[in-house]
């Protein structure tokens, strides 16, 4: 089985700033990962996905991610956040399991990017 | 462009009630998921349905059951609600093809069991 962590419950920072947002998976086969995000008393919506060829994924919003097959992380990055990023981000993973995996997302806690003036 | 609803944002019910939460989307997708968000927990699959009235447990099915009559309605129950299942409860949809498609969520139900 598949799981995914996120290293920081919650990341403060200052408008124009840059972030990190940590993720670790781990899984004896090869994984799929994903970014969604959160806005307040809102459903997730995808931010941007990891499915083979380059490592580097970008995304919506200026976000980006770095696939590491050797360190098992995906963190997403943004070189200046403004306000209206202050969100919460969850990193997921899915397994190619043929016909019977259906997408199925394993998540991480998530962590929670608060973004002050 | 996908739209996924919820039948309630907000819902407040009684220790014991049966409590029902109704997920429809509009694009045709086979496979459908319920889960339930606590903080610091993340997502948690409860349920998931790959065809009408084709359904398999997720990680966390006790006290849950769902219903799938028809393909664009999934709907999670809770049989006798109790305070510990309190959450809020996301319902998402895919398409039944190759895993690199992603899920469509909806807004979210927000449970209060008193």
């Known amino acids: 089985a598949q799981s995914v962590t996120q290293l920081d419950s919650q990341v403060p920072v200052f408008e124009e700033a840059p972030v990190e947002l940590r993720c670790n998976y781990s899984?004896?086969?090869?994984?799929?990962l994903f970014w969604y995000v959160q806005y307040p008393n809102q459903g997730l919506q995808l931010l941007l996905k990891?499915?083979?060829?380059?490592?580097l994924v970008k995304g919506i919003n200026g976000f980006e991610a770095e696939f590491n097959k050797s360190q098992t992380s995906f963190h997403l990055r943004k070189p200046s956040v403004h306000i209206s990023d202050t969100a919460e981000y969850f990193c997921?993973?899915?397994?190619?399991?043929?016909?019977?995996?259906?997408?199925?997302?394993?998540f991480g806690q998530g962590t929670i990017l608060t973004v002050h003036p | 462009d996908v739209k996924v609803t919820q039948s309630s944002r907000y819902l407040v019910k009684r220790t014991g009630e049966k409590v029902f939460l109704e997920c429809v989307q509009d694009?045709?997708?086979?496979?459908m998921f319920w889960y339930r968000q606590d903080p610091g927990l993340g997502l948690r699959l409860i349920y998931f349905?790959?065809?009408?009235?084709?359904?398999e447990k997720g990680d966390i099915p006790e006290g849950y059951s769902v219903s799938r009559e028809k393909k664009e309605r999934f709907s999670l129950i809770l049989e006798s609600a109790s305070t510990n299942q309190t959450s809020m409860y996301l319902c998402?949809?895919?398409?039944?093809?190759?895993?690199?498609?992603?899920?469509?969520f909806g807004p979210g139900t927000r449970l209060t069991v008193t």
């Open positions: 998402a949809s895919r398409p039944n093809r190759e895993v690199v498609y992603e899920q469509y």
């Open positions: 899984s004896s086969v090869s994984v799929y």
């Open positions: 990891y499915l083979s060829g380059s490592t």
């Open positions: 997921a993973v899915t397994v190619n399991a043929g016909g019977t995996s259906y997408g199925k997302l394993t």
């Open positions: 694009m045709d997708h086979e496979n």
């Open positions: 349905s790959y065809d009408v009235k084709m359904k």
